[in-house]
């Protein structure tokens, strides 16, 4: 009896099981994935569509592989230095009666710049004459009592001893003749001192004295500073790897050498900051980058010159491994600053036919370094390369591409091999289409994870 009781309690239960049962779709598995969850709601199904799949195409940015020549060039950071720096100081001592510059300004080899009081040099000067003038009569006296003491001699009239005498006497007032006409020249230097120039042309630096002021000798301070500006020098340093490559086409043709600093801003202004994405913060491109160390160290903005490498250091910093180098710009324009940072391009050589695609394009992976290439049927494929050397914006590669192909720049998260893609030249497509999880951005997202060469 209590096991019939069971039975009968237990036939509700298997019918809601059954009701249960045909309420459900069966999955059919020759349906594909992204249908099933398009009948199950389709909201997930519509989101992961961004993938290549029945989603629809990807948009991407790509560029063309070139064969193109292009530069070898070494890259540095070096600053401006003088040729010429001069300290004027005061040769004499004396009181500063005028200036005859205004600091900071442009002078010429040989301009007046300071003159110290004149009068005592003068003085002395007039001093030194008198003096020379006695003993030049004295010594004129003395020379023609030598001839008579020489004639009474041969003769026999005096002993030999008093004609050496005159001789002597003679001989002394030639010494102080010429004693006295040093002391001569040394008044005349003295008051020509008295009148400071300029011994190179450059600019001046600020004013250590004024009028009115007392200067000393060769004391401590200079009075001022003068730079020449023009030409100029750029030091600069590079790996002592390059020096056999530097020295080999050194002594083919000298080495031009090319000084920049960045983009000039309004006084104040600060570089803008990255642009935010969703959650996550786009890191700074190489340009950017290279333009906020530039900030930091001081790089001159706007600047733009051409020189030649002038000098090679004797030898390798063994503290660093480095080699130092010198480049003359002409610097007509004063673009060029002593002390000013600036970003140095030395160019070896240039290198034609070389194979060439966007820094953008290039990929690291855990096999290597590959980019995305788009087939004719735009689709895309995986490509490994070897990459050469980077210049700037573009990179150099070895193997693995050929001029006039079609390589993906921005875009690359959200590809996969063979998705089908479609393509815009030259500029990048809005943020606008899915990750992959429903939100836009992908694209932007792709570019900014890129670990930099």
Known sequence: MPRKISEFAALP??????????????ADPSTP????????????????????????????????????AIPVTIPAV???????????????????SAV?????QEVKKGQELFTIDPRPFQAALSQ??????????????AQSQRARYQDLFERGLIPRDQYETQIAASQSAQATLEADRAAVDTAKLNLQYTHVTAPIAGRTGALGVHQGDLVRANDTNPMVVINQLSPIYV???????????IRRYQAKSPLQVHAKGQAALPPGAQPPPPPVIGSLQAQPSPDQAAAKAAASAGIAPGLAASGRVTFIDNAVDAATGTIKLKGTFDNTDHALWPGLFVQITLDLTTEGNAIVVPAAAVQP????????VVKPDHS????????????????????????????VTEGQLRLTPGARVTTTHGQAEPATASDGNGKGGGARHGRAGRNPL
Do not use: M, W
């Open 380 to 407: 895309v494929e995986v490509r490994n390369v070897v990459i050469l050397r980077q210049q700037g914006e573009q990179i150099v590669i070895a193997q693995g591409l050929a001029a006039g192909e079609e390589v």
């Open 365 to 372: 992976s855990q096999s290597g370094q590959f980019v995305y």
């Open 128 to 141: 030194a004459q008198a003096v020379l003038a006695r003993d030049t009569a004295t010594a004129n006296n």
């Open 13 to 26: 239960l298997i019918a809601l099981a059954l009701v249960s049962c045909n309420g459900q779709k069966t």
């Open 78 to 96: 070096g600053t401006a230095e003088a040729q010429q720096t001069v300290q004027i100081r005061a040769q004499v001592t004396g009181q500063l």
């Open 33 to 68: 994935a992204s249908a099933q969850g398009q009948g199950a709601g389709g909201a997930a199904g519509g989101g992961r569509g961004g993938r290549g799949g029945p989603g629809g195409p990807i948009p991407v940015t790509t560029a063309k592989v070139e064969n193109k």
């Open 235 to 245: 030091t600069f340093s590079v790996p002592g790897r390059y020096l056999p490559d």
């Open 100 to 104: 005859h510059f205004v600091e900071g």
